[in-house]
């Protein structure tokens, strides 16, 4: 079974920039399509961005475009989201996701692989 475990995130001003990183073991990372998704407390878990098995395509929610860039380090089994120009509407948890094979999807029940979360914080 995958087990994925984050690091990163933390607290930031509002223009600033943050790095998550997401270390997949346990099963082949080159047949996972990986996803970072954001939760703020009492609403639902939403997609930020996603990558397919090789790296080839990646798919952003609207409100992270331009801004957050993922990509995946599969020599590592390493899994990244870059934050620049966060806004204080950013902040949240965010949990990496894993997919074995298939496409990019941004139903977070699509996904079988979670970690375990980070919190980002961006103030104004």
């Known amino acids: 079974q995958v087990q994925l475990v984050q690091s990163g995130g933390g607290s930031v001003q509002a223009g600033g920039s943050l790095r998550l990183s997401c270390v997949v073991s346990?099963?082949?990372?080159?047949?996972?399509?990986m996803a970072w998704f954001r939760q703020i407390p009492g609403k639902e878990r939403e997609f930020a961005s996603g990558i397919n098995w090789s790296g080839g395509r990646t798919t952003y929610a609207d409100s992270v475009k331009g801004r957050f860039t993922i990509s995946r380090d599969r020599a590592k089994d390493t899994l990244y989201l870059q934050m620049d120009s966060l806004k204080p509407e950013d902040t949240a948890v965010y949990y990496c996701?894993?997919?074995?094979?298939?496409?990019?999807?941004?139903?977070?029940?699509?996904?079988?692989?979670w970690g375990q979360g980070t919190q980002v914080t961006v103030s104004s």
């Open positions: 346990g099963d082949f990372f080159n047949g996972y399509t």
């Open positions: 996701a894993a997919k074995k094979f298939g496409y990019l999807e941004m139903n977070p029940d699509a996904y079988g692989g």
